[in-house]
């Protein structure tokens, strides 16, 4: 049973990237699944969410309007698309489960989901 996000990279401001965390050894529809990011020298934030089975999202101020998440269940596989990459934006990102889970946003302690992803770098720079 595990999370594998992936997709960060270094990227100009402005530029976009999309994130994938991909489940495997669990149905990832039945899990709420969250977004959340980690800067050098500040606490871990949600970032955006996507509930379990009717798939309602939610997102951080300060991403709403740049960032969209997403899910394909056939892939068992939820997306975070980032456009309008700010320097700011930078950070670890990191994909959560919680089984019939909703908004995760103020639930960002590890023992508040049931998985966690590895963490991929997302480094917006010029």
């Known amino acids: 049973v595990q999370l594998q996000a992936s997709g960060g990279g270094l990227v100009q401001p402005g530029g976009s990237l999309r994130l994938s965390c991909v489940a495997s050894?669990?149905?990832?529809?039945?899990?709420?699944i969250g977004w959340f990011r980690q800067a050098p020298g500040k606490e871990r934030e949600g970032v955006s969410c996507?509930?379990?089975?009717?798939?309602?999202?939610y997102y951080a101020e300060s991403v709403k309007g740049r960032f969209t998440i997403s899910r394909d269940n056939a892939k068992n596989t939820v997306f975070l698309q980032m456009n309008s990459l700010k320097p700011e934006d930078t950070a670890v990102y990191y994909c959560?489960?919680?089984?019939?889970?909703?908004?995760?946003?103020?639930?960002?302690?590890?023992?508040?989901?049931?998985?966690w992803g590895q963490g991929t770098l997302v480094t917006v720079s010029s």
């Open positions: 959560a489960a919680r089984f019939l889970g909703g908004s995760c946003l103020s639930r960002s302690k590890r023992y508040e989901h049931d998985y």
């Open positions: 050894g669990f149905t990832l529809g039945h899990y709420g």
């Open positions: 996507i509930s379990a089975n009717e798939g309602s999202t």
